[in-house]
């Protein structure tokens, strides 16, 4: 129903000269969306204060409201008398509309309310319209989009998703934000969140993460605490990145996560020794960012010091993780096996202060527009590794942008890895019989059909001589056919 | 048609014989990943496996069904009896509805012999043939009785299946004949590891890497007194190929100087494709190495042939492969290169395995030769066939 409100949008986007990818696409259509989607958050908490006859202040008042600026409207149709179009327009979003929600970060009473978050949406955004005209167009667009019921919540944030998997696509900056579903689901298939637990994510990106677990774990069954719980104490995120860090808001928003409990600070500036127990969360699901490079300063926070960023989130999860905790993290497969210092302390670190159960190593290209091999490392917080169950994923076929990863080339692993058993695809390691020296997880299947055995060269020959006289034959036959 | 006197054959147009019924162009939109039939595109008749579906329900004639002939018209085109239970078939093929003068398997075989007439028609090397409705309906078709018809068919039917066979066989004696020297060299090394026992790579040479030129310089066609060597000119058969080379200036050879490789040394790719291994031809001596490629410059008492054809091995390779890691790119580095171990040999030893080699090779390229002439032969063999048939010479 709305997809082609969503397509004339990016029509329009595409004839705008301030616009120029996959990403501004994104970004443009995020803050519109997002503050239509206040409005409508807003509509329907005024009706029910009154209903209830309570007072209710608005949010965003006075000509800040999305029916003041962005859809003016008389007897329910638009009115053209009072929309700003052309340069008012955008001179009104850049000089008042921009600085008013900026402002909201200094006056909003602690964090985690929404008046913060949009304050720093509107402060780390810029708006790329540079013509009031396309910037109307799409604001009508918008307008005919609608959050009142979930159905439309749950279509709005499918399209929204599809988006992102495009900038994902897009290239290499995009794909910084994109996990691809199917290994999402699986990995918290296999966490398995309930609810009452925190789940967290310390580079959230678009918060594929903590959107599909939300899926996962909202049930038609609730009880209202359940939801309650589920809404505003079960999901946390942090994300360095301004655009991602709208991105995820938005997001879960539309996954129907109203204030999504996201910071945007960098995660690694936190030192490891510093977190408490409050701090601690049951579930972790990430994919940090590889390579990276932090800085020196930001290296000191942790005890192993490395320039790898994916090996200093890791750092971070381990302590971030409550005793008994679960944890699913991908991250790059030279992990398993490179020689350098970090990494052999960082695996030693690993299989001492968790129990590293199951490696799932991930075929080329898991990842579009990334060259990099990836696995995803499964842990629980509290005994150290005794055993390693490694699963080798072969799809049989190769990935690429129109074939990508799917959910049922991940159910085997999902339903296998409940029980950890021998097989083609999947062997166990024991914790002793590692190299004390290295400790190298490096995927060697040892149950890998072997190779059919060579021939002796004097076996080719026969093979061949063998053919080459019924080949005679079959000629003399045909021969004699004529 | 020349010899149409021959008693009851006659000249017919194909429109007269057969009726071509043109499959349904789909929209884009139509094509869905599931649906009650599959729709088969010129795509899966020859080798693609992805399949399209469709919810419509069409008039009989759009389906086709098992032993239904066929005709793809275009890019890949020619005639098959479908196998493969009711589809829908789409634009670009016809299904070919046989009038009662005519046998299916009859049709079938002149369109497969047609079928190369056309070719010719159309030109040696056109990219893509194309055949429109009107203009293979009006070609004309030796038409022999129903009964010759059936005889005729049966002959070939006889003849191509011996046929079929006979190329499976070259094909896979083809295939085997590349083997031979392959594994020839393997019992030939696994024999010499078992008397001699075996040496690292390290132990016998220094291994040494190549270096990538200085940033924004670039190798040039423009031939130099300094060729630069990357992993693309390494060749197949473990030489150089100078045909795409790249030269560098004096200038930037000056910086690099010290990465060159002899032609006493064996070079080896180390990153990307691994494990590709050679020697350099003499007139690329002292040239300058890629990067990704590593030389070994050999000690004293070792042969570089005999080095090389160690590089050759089904052992060789699977060290190869256990030391390579593979990240963004498979690389291999030089400490682990240099741990690979080959079978070790006296000088005697050596010269023997090379000559042992090198006339091995010498009839690998001739048996590859022949094969490949035979498999050519059996095809001209097939199509005479059909010529013979369709002049109606087939007794």
């Keep these: 129903m709305y997809e082609n409100v969503f397509n004339k949008i990016e029509r329009d986007l595409r004839a705008e000269e301030g616009i120029a990818n996959e990403l501004d696409y994104v970004e443009q259509t995020s803050w519109v969306l997002f503050l239509k989607y206040l409005h409508d958050l807003e509509s329907e908490r005024r009706d029910r204060a009154e209903l209830d006859g309570d007072d209710y202040a608005p949010l965003i008042e006075g000509n800040f409201c999305w029916d003041k600026w962005a859809a003016p409207k008389v007897n329910g149709d638009f009115d053209h008398n009072t929309a700003r179009i052309g340069d008012d327009l955008i001179k009104f979003v850049d000089q008042e509309l921009f600085p008013y929600l900026a402002a909201f970060r200094q006056s909003a009473t602690g964090p985690k309310t929404i008046q913060y978050k949009i304050g720093e949406v509107f402060t780390e955004l810029r708006n790329k319209f540079r013509s009031g005209y396309i910037l109307r167009d799409v604001l009508e667009a918008v307008d005919g989009l609608s959050f009142n019921t979930q159905a439309q919540r749950h279509e709005l944030s499918e399209l929204y998703e599809t988006r992102i998997r495009r900038m994902g696509n897009a290239g290499r900056n995009g794909g910084e934000y994109y996990t691809p579903r199917p290994l999402i689901r699986a990995m918290i298939k296999v966490t398995d969140p309930k609810i009452g637990e925190t789940i967290y994510d310390g580079a959230v990106g678009s918060a594929g993460f903590l959107c599909e677990a939300y899926t996962h774990m909202r049930t038609d069954n609730l009880s209202a605490s359940d939801f309650e719980t589920l809404q505003t104490r079960t999901f946390y995120g942090q994300e360095k990145k301004g655009l991602a860090y709208i991105i995820g808001i938005m997001n879960m928003v539309l996954h129907g996560i109203e204030a999504p409990n996201l910071v945007h600070s960098n995660t690694l500036n936190e030192n490891v020794m510093d977190i408490q127990e409050k701090d601690r969360h049951d579930i972790i699901l990430a994919n940090p960012p590889f390579g990276g490079g932090e800085r020196r300063e930001v290296q000191q926070n942790f005890p192993i010091r490395t320039g790898e960023t994916a090996y200093l989130f890791l750092q971070h999860f381990i302590r971030k993780l409550r005793a008994g905790g679960r944890a699913a993290v991908v991250i790059k497969n030279t992990f398993l096996s490179n020689t350098d210092n970090a990494s052999v302390a960082l695996r030693k670190e690993l299989l001492e202060a968790a129990e590293l159960h199951t490696i799932l190593d991930c075929p080329q290209g898991t990842f579009q527009g990334a060259g990099v091999k990836t696995v995803v490392l499964f842990f629980e917080k509290g005994a150290p590794t005794r055993d390693i169950w490694f699963y080798q994923l072969d799809p049989g076929r190769s990935m690429g942008k129109t074939n990508p990863l799917n959910d049922d080339d991940l159910a085997e692993f999902v339903e296998l890895q409940r029980t950890r058993p021998n097989g083609p695809k999947s062997w166990i390691v024991n914790r002793a019989d590692l190299d004390e020296d290295t400790y190298d997880l490096s995927v060697k299947n040892p149950n890998a059909p072997e190779a059919e055995a060579l021939r002796n060269p004097e076996e080719i020959i026969a093979d061949m001589l063998a053919r080459d006289a019924e080949t005679a034959k079959i000629l003399e036959d045909i021969r004699g056919t004529l | ?395």
């Design chain 2, 1 to 395: 048609m020349k010899d149409v006197a021959k008693k009851g054959w006659e000249t017919r147009l194909l429109g007269e014989v057969c009726k071509l019924v043109n499959g349904r162009a789909y929209k884009k939109p139509e094509l869905l990943d599931d649906g009650p039939y599959p729709v088969l595109r010129v795509g899966n008749f020859f080798t693609n496996n992805h399949w399209y579906y469709s919810d419509l329900e069409l008039d009989e004639d759009k389906y086709c069904d098992d032993g239904d002939l066929l005709y793809a018209w275009s890019a890949s085109f020619g005639p098959r009896i479908w196998e493969g239970g009711k589809v829908i078939y789409h634009y670009h093929i016809w299904k070919v509805l046989p009038s009662d003068r005519v046998d299916r398997d009859f049709l079938y075989y002149f369109f497969d012999w047609d079928k190369e007439l056309i070719k010719k028609e159309q030109g040696a090397g056109a990219t893509m043939i194309h055949v429109s409705k009107g203009s293979m309906e009006a070609r004309a078709m030796p038409l022999p009785p129903l009964e010759e018809q059936q005889r005729i068919v049966a002959v070939l039917d006889e003849a191509f299946e011996g046929l079929a066979r006979a190329r499976a066989h070259a094909e896979a004696n083809l295939s085997d004949a590349e083997q031979i020297a392959a594994r020839s060299l393997d019992v030939i090394l696994e024999d010499l590891s078992t008397r001699n026992g075996r040496i690292t790579v390290q132990e016998i040479a220094a291994v040494k890497g190549g270096k990538r030129l200085p940033k924004g310089s670039k190798p040039g066609p423009t031939p130099t007194p300094h060729p630069y060597i990357s992993v693309k000119d390494l060749t197949e058969d473990g030489t150089v190929s100078t045909a795409k080379l790249g030269y560098i200036s004096a200038q930037v050879q000056r910086s690099i100087a010290r990465y060159t490789i002899s032609s006493r040394d064996v070079y080896i790719s180390i990153a990307g494709t691994i494990g590709k291994s050679g020697i350099v031809p003499d007139e690329l001596d002292e040239a300058n190495l890629t990067e990704n490629a590593a030389k070994l410059v050999l000690t004293d008492g070792w042969a570089t042939e005999y080095v090389y054809w160690c590089t050759r091995s089904a052992d060789f390779a699977v060290q190869t492969s256990e030391q390579t890691r593979v990240a963004a790119q498979p690389k291999l580095a030089l400490q682990r290169l240099g741990a690979i171990t080959i079978p070790k040999a006296t000088e005697a030893e050596q010269i023997a395995v090379c000559e042992k080699m090198n006339a091995l090779r010498v009839t690998r390229s001739e048996l590859v030769e022949a094969y490949s002439k035979k498999l050519q032969d059996l095809d001209d063999l097939r199509q005479s066939l059909l010529q013979k048939a369709f002049a109606g010479e087939l007794t």
